[in-house]
């Protein structure tokens, strides 16, 4: 009976420890070791599954624009951080003051639709931000997380709380509760997508996979989940910073800029641009969207969409 007792033991030791010791043999450091299962493990997450691109959009329109901006303001002006100064936060106020109405008429101007994001302090500040969007009927708010946290630094309990703390907040604002989520930094953590799917959000737009919308993959299987895209090549923030290194002149990103539409025409799928008021929003970077416009607008077959409007479309093209 000992004997029996003590080989029962020590399988218990084997197995409680099996789970430590292939995490250890699974370096974070040494990828060079990481085994096969492991590494199907870490892309599996969330990848692209099956391409939703419709073979038409509304109005038997072969290409569809969707303008987006990220409302950032004060969030990235030293609030996200925890280190703000007076002349940062000036810098994030004269996106609600300044930018934002300029960006307005021309969107009315032009009768062009937009989705606008919104970390929830960023319209918390200035909420008089939500009626000059909604006003005019055509323009959707997203959620942008809380105060542009960086999400994939936090824990999934501290995520979830903020999202909801945020989807809540722009709901009291603007009597609408957002569908559609945007990761403050474009990135998901492991818990993500798991968070926007159990808040029933439309879709998702911070990743990468492809130029069209496709359906998001968790583990390797099928949500029905819609993923409508970015790029850094369509997002005004990186080429038009005015004190780095990578500052470059707003008529040499239009033409960048013509080039993707053109290209997504010809190919009948889909332009998401993404803007960013306090930085599109200068007199001189509104040139480039201006100019974009009036180039879309000498193409046939043209949809000009808020993405709420592009994600029902796909979805029911798709039977989700």
């Given amino acids: 009976m000992n004997v029996l007792i003590r080989t029962f033991c020590c399988a218990l030791v084997v197995l409680w420890t099996l789970p430590i010791v ?21 892309v599996n997450q969330v990848r692209a599954g099956r ?58 101007t032009e009768d062009v639709p937009a989705t606008f994001f919104f970390p929830a302090w960023s319209l918390k500040i200035a909420p ?4 000059m969007i909604l006003a005019p009927g055509a323009h959707e708010i997203g ?16 995520e979830a709380r903020l999202l909801r703390q945020a989807t809540d907040a722009i709901e009291e604002i603007t009597g609408t509760r957002p569908v559609g989520y945007r990761a403050p930094s474009w990135n998901h953590s492991p818990n993500t997508l798991s968070i926007i799917r159990d808040m ?9 996979a492809d130029d069209r919308p496709y359906e ?15 790029d850094w090549i369509l997002d005004d923030a990186p080429f038009f910073n005015p004190i780095g290194n990578r500052y470059m002149n707003p008529r040499d990103i239009l033409q960048v800029w013509i080039d993707e539409f053109d290209r997504a025409w010809e190919e009948q799928t889909m332009f998401l641009l993404t803007m960013h008021p306090h930085v599109i929003g200068h007199r001189s970077n509104i040139v480039a969207l201006e100019g974009l416009i009036q180039h879309i607008k000498t193409k046939e077959g043209v949809w000009f969409g ?15």
């Fill in 128 to 131: 008089e931000q939500a009626d």
């Fill in 200 to 208: 029933g959000f439309l879709y998702e737009s911070s990743l990468f």
């Fill in 22 to 42: 292939l995490a250890q043999e699974e370096n974070p450091s040494e990828p060079w070791n990481w085994s096969d299962d492991y590494v199907h493990s870490v």
């Fill in 216 to 230: 998001l993959m968790q583990n390797g299987e099928p949500t029905g989940f819609v993923e409508l895209p970015v």
């Fill in 306 to 320: 808020t993405l709420e409007d592009a994600a029902t479309w796909v979805r029911e093209q798709a039977g989700l």
């Fill in 51 to 108: 391409d939703l691109n419709p073979s038409s959009w509304p109005g038997d329109t072969r290409v569809a624009v969707l303008f987006s901006f990220d409302v950032d303001n004060e969030t990235v002006k030293g609030l996200r951080t925890g280190d703000p100064s007076v002349g940062t936060l000036s810098a994030g106020q004269y996106g609600s003051r300044v930018a934002l109405p300029r960006v307005l008429d021309l969107l009315e």
């Fill in 143 to 158: 959620v942008h997380g809380w105060i542009h946290e960086s999400n994939t630094a936090l824990d999934g309990e501290t």
